[in-house]
């Protein structure tokens, strides 16, 4: 069977399309947008949420891009797996975070850059957050060139395939010199262009 990865890499599905080309895996791309197609009841059996992206891996099936790719990354293990139980929970910890402190207003910020029309109020709250957040992440990678260590983790690649969304906003990442380094270096592996191409 193998695993299938239905989405987009215009869409959240790149995060796991990213962590499918460092990995190796061989999958299956469906490309299914949130537009087209994830409304059809085939796709609905997948995910009844009726969001992208959605695997089937040899009979699991799960949806949610950052819990997909902690599936992935302890299934198939590698480089990428945290080396012990306590990076696990930190691995857990900034991919939560990743959702709860960076996504909401980093999409707002992008959303901005696609329509000016996006109120100026939604756009300074989003920049408080994202602020915030971004000190906290700035501070976490003093010292170090990845958040577990020396090495680039499943923990680097859930928070930066979040933070991608500000390079494509044009955010200016300046006041957070630890973080705009830390960036660079993981959207600059070949993995994620490659995963970006559809490649």
Excluded at 148 to 156: Q, R, T, V, W
């Amino acid at each position: 069977m193998g695993l299938t990865i239905y989405g987009i890499p215009q869409s959240r599905a790149l995060r796991v399309l990213w962590l499918a080309k460092e990995l190796g895996i061989d999958y299956k791309n469906v490309p299914i947008t949130n537009t087209g197609g994830s409304r059809e009841p085939d796709f609905l059996k997948i995910n009844p949420n009726g969001h992208i992206p959605a695997i089937e891996d040899d009979g699991v099936v799960l949806c949610e891009s950052l819990a997909i790719n902690l599936y992935l990354s302890k299934k198939y293990g590698g480089d990428l797996q945290p080396k012990n139980i306590a990076d696990e929970g930190r691995a857990l910890q900034w991919s939560f975070w990743a959702v709860t402190e960076a996504e909401g207003p980093a999409l707002t910020l992008l959303m901005k850059r696609m329509n000016p029309a996006t109120p100026d109020s939604e756009v300074a709250a989003a920049n408080a957050k994202l602020g915030a957040a971004l000190k906290v992440l700035d501070g976490a990678l003093a010292g170090k060139d990845y958040l577990l260590g020396s090495s680039f983790s499943i923990a680097d690649l859930n928070v930066a395939a979040v933070l991608a969304w500000l390079q494509m906003a044009k955010f200016d990442l300046a006041p957070y010199p630890n973080v705009g380094a830390w960036l660079g270096r993981c959207l600059g592996r070949p993995a994620f262009a490659a995963a970006r191409g559809g490649k």
